[in-house]
């Protein structure tokens, strides 16, 4: 199994920044695809970002050009990372990393709520 912790989530003006990290351990050489979600109360869950096995990425629209996902395998422990620029107040939720391994499994983070407000 994979285990995932979340940081970095809170509060953070319009136009500011914030940046989240998902750290995941156990099983962790079956990684393949890391990816960062979001979910506002009444509304489906929606791709943020997703940083594939090879390196290749995409985002959701409402992001581009804002938003920056990365990855870091230092100390052993892939952490895929969530830079958030131009924060604006529709980019309220709650963020989940998503890990899909080369097996078909699929492992969710508890969420981390980033709220934009002044």
């Known amino acids: 199994q994979v285990q995932l912790m979340e940081s970095g989530g809170g509060l953070a003006q319009p136009g500011g920044s914030l940046r989240l990290a998902c750290a995941a351990s156990?099983?962790?050489?079956?990684?393949?695809?890391m990816a960062w979600y979001r979910q506002v109360p009444g509304k489906q869950r929606e791709l943020v970002a997703i940083?594939?096995?090879?390196?290749?990425?995409?985002?959701g629209d409402s992001v581009k050009g804002r938003f920056t996902i990365s990855r870091d395998n230092g100390n052993g422990k892939p952490t895929v990372l969530l830079q958030m620029n131009s924060l604006k107040s529709e980019d309220t939720a709650v963020y989940y990393c998503?890990?899909?391994?080369?097996?078909?499994?699929?492992?969710w983070g508890q969420g981390t709520l980033v709220t934009v407000a002044s």
């Open positions: 998503n890990v899909g391994t080369i097996v078909g499994e699929d492992y």
């Open positions: 156990g099983i962790i050489f079956r990684i393949e695809r």
């Open positions: 940083m594939e096995g090879g390196g290749d990425t995409n985002y």
